[in-house]
């Protein structure tokens, strides 16, 4: 326990309870159990309604071939379902930083989750596939806000020694939800049709919006601070460019017919998103002077928040581009159906979140390189086996691996994104929680990017030679997971410079703060 807490007005209320007689002892106790409470149901809440609305991100990856026959559209068109999604993840979240300064809790909470509804209930009900796109937008707008809503709030709530258990279970939301999203949406397409996803959705959604209207409270202080809508064109050009860019990257290694107009305009979007975005970094570090920077990169100053980063890009990729391999060899190399792949693919999502509350309370104890070396070890060996399979490997031999897998990114999830956070100063959560927002999107869209353009060169050559469609497609796999399997053992020397940062004075230490046994 830090010194400014033991001077809070908190401490002294505990200490005034040893006084049975003591009447303002009994009083700043019950103010004291009513304040933690109040800060234990907020961080519920949040944590509910951010799985929802993360889950959506790749629910919709397995209804693609169903969406293209019902709204008669080809898979180039159908992809934008996830690329318009991502794209506006990407656009939004760095606004968040500003957002959250500016504004309650409560009534980001309330738009972030009427967005969502909104955009769930537009796309149950879409007449057509372009109405279905603006629904996925919508819904991302409200997604986009949640992820870092909830991280600022954890880190303004909860005290240094209890922010591992807590931050484990956002893992869950983080890594997990995504996880099972295919597995979800396969089950509810055995039996019903696309739209049930979204209808299934929808009142989960509602519920959680009027829940929390009632009983989130405004935790945070709002501060007047100006929006630099220079920043925000930059922002929406670099990070939106960027992402549109590497999610063509696959598309183009995969059309071979169109491969120079595709692979032009892949590169002049990816070109103008490097450009906005050095201009972007260059306005930011102008602003930052002035504390007016829509997105604070002082976080950066921060070695341990930067190494913290860098090892998130890496471990994001290979979550997001082995949800995209895994179905494409499971379906087309070994020729399972939908539901049994979502199935397969299930106890590694399942085994993330049991493994997360347990990772958190590791990190408590013990901090974050004890459990991020042996993570990207076993992340690193998952990739390894993952390499070795071919036209004939068994399933049960990809669901071993797929579990390595889930079980080293487990230990490495929670342990970055408290280092991370910690790392700042309290007064750039906001800032930070954005970065890792932004990290997450873009290095979701270049892992699959890396993944699928690596796959489809090799299995190109394997058909050029001859191969029959299976084995062209074990062989691209194949290469992609040896890719991948060589970048993530780098990560197990970074991964030993991730050190606890050091505390800062917590700013709700004049509050009840949130127990390491009730987080």
């Not at 696959?250 to 892949?266: L, N």
């Not at 070994?334 to 997360?356: Q, Y």
Request: hydrophobic share 55%; aromatic share 6%; proline share 6%.
């Amino acid at each position: 326990m830090n010194a400014a807490h033991k001077n809070s007005p908190s401490a002294s209320a505990s200490a005034s309870a040893t006084t049975p007689d003591s009447a303002t002892g009994v009083t700043a106790v019950s103010s004291a159990e009513a304040l933690g409470r109040r800060n234990r149901l907020v961080i519920w809440l949040l944590l509910a309604s951010s799985f929802v609305v993360i889950l959506n991100e790749t629910i919709m990856s397995v209804a693609i071939p169903e969406l293209m026959i019902d709204l008669e559209v080809d898979a180039r068109a159908a992809q934008w379902l996830s690329t318009a999604f991502m794209l506006t993840m990407a656009t939004v979240i760095p606004i968040t930083g500003f957002l959250l300064q500016r504004f309650n809790t409560r009534p980001i909470f309330i738009a972030a989750m009427s967005l969502f509804s909104l955009g769930t209930l537009a796309a149950a009900l879409a007449p057509g596939f372009a109405v279905l796109v603006a629904a996925r937008v919508v819904q991302a707008s409200g997604t986009a806000i949640m992820m870092p809503l909830l991280m600022t709030t954890l880190m303004t709530l909860v005290p240094p020694g209890a922010r591992g258990r807590t931050m484990g279970n956002v893992s869950i939301v983080i890594s997990v939800a995504p996880a099972i999203g295919p597995t979800v949406s396969g089950v509810i397409l055995n039996s019903l049709g696309w739209r049930w996803i979204f209808i299934i959705v929808l009142p989960i959604a509602l519920g959680m919006l009027a829940l929390g209207a009632k009983r989130i409270a405004n935790v945070t202080e709002p501060k007047q601070v100006p929006i630099d809508l220079l920043s925000v064109m930059l922002s929406a050009l670099g990070f939106g460019g960027l992402i549109y860019g590497l999610s063509r990257i696959g598309e183009s290694s995969a059309q071979p017919a169109d491969a120079a107009a595709s692979a032009t305009q892949m590169w002049a979007t990816i070109a103008v998103g490097v450009i906005a975005l050095v201009l972007f970094v260059w306005r930011q570090l102008r602003l930052q002077r002035r504390d007016r920077a829509l997105l604070d990169l002082r976080t950066f100053r921060s070695t341990n928040f930067s190494v913290t980063v860098a090892l998130m890009v890496i471990a994001m990729a290979s979550l997001f581009g082995a949800l995209i391999l895994l179905p494409i060899y499971l379906r087309q190399a070994l020729e399972l159906e939908p539901l049994m792949i979502g199935l397969l693919l299930l106890p590694g999502g399942l085994l993330m979140g049991l493994l997360a509350p347990f990772v958190g309370r590791l990190y408590d104890r013990f901090g974050p390189t004890p459990l991020l070396v042996p993570g990207t070890a076993m992340a690193s060996a998952a990739l390894w086996m993952l390499s070795a399979t071919g036209p004939g490997a068994s399933a049960y031999f990809v669901l071993g691996a797929h579990l390595v897998l889930s079980a080293g990114l487990a230990l490495i999830f929670t342990p970055l994104f408290t280092s991370a956070m910690a790392s700042v100063a309290p007064s750039l959560y906001s800032h930070a929680s954005a970065i890792v927002g932004t990290v997450q999107q873009v290095a979701g869209a270049a892992g699959t990017a890396l993944f699928v353009t690596v796959m489809s060169i090799q299995q190109q050559a394997s058909q050029a030679r001859g191969a029959v469609e299976t084995v062209a497609v074990a062989e691209g796999v194949q290469l992609a997971f040896f890719a991948a399997a060589v970048l993530f053992t780098l990560t197990i020397i970074a991964a030993a410079f991730v050190r606890r940062p050091q505390e800062h004075p917590h700013p709700t230490d004049a509050e009840a703060p949130v127990s390491a046994a009730a987080a």
